[in-house]
């Protein structure tokens, strides 16, 4: 790791347990900035292509998957396909951001991997009853996707330990004030200012 490279930021965790709204939060700092994944599910109402999502067919996310175009990628629920485009990696890079990457848990462990110095947190929902209310009430799902996702969610919450950190998303002013700490807090890891702390240590004669 070094301070060229940028912060990459996993948030992780299962489906509804309120992943996005703590991603809008640590968007809220300055210097971050979204990876927008590419997806082969169909937009809902209301959201609009490039925003969360490109929008794009099977056959181009398969063409994208051939020509390497992603740093992971997986089927979510059996049904569609979601990746991270490298060249987030790339922006963030040229435009000196920490970039935030919102995935499932199969991709935060393929991104952990290719890069790691990455930093992932996983956010918990407080009990399955919680995280069954807060999906109905999005009211986007058939009975049959909200069983999907309880039964997934389950799998998902057994890989915890392989988080850098975990955020119970029981109180969201709190979780909100832990994902910004968690943020600020990885830019000053030593690891990431080497460099600087060298410079300045030149000033102190070496
Ligand atoms: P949704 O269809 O509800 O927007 O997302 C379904 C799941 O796919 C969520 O857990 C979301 O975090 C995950 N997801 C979104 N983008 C990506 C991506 O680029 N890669 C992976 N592996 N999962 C993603």
Redo the contacts with the bound molecule.
Sequence with gaps: MSATEPLVLIV?GP?GSG?STLVEKILQLPGTMLSV???T?QPRKTERDGK??TFVSEAEFQQMVAAGEFL???Q??GK?W???PRKWLERAQAGKKDLV????V??ALQAKQKLPGAVAVFVVPPSSEDLERRIRARGQDSEDEIHRRLDRARQEMLNYSSYDFAVINDDLERAGREVQAIALASRCRVARNEERIREILKSFGG
Aim: glycine share 8%; hydrophobic share 25%.
């Design positions: 992780s489906s992943k994944s590419c997806t599910r969360w999502y992971e990628y997986a979510v629920f569609n979601y990746g991270t990457l919102e995935i499932d199969q991709g």
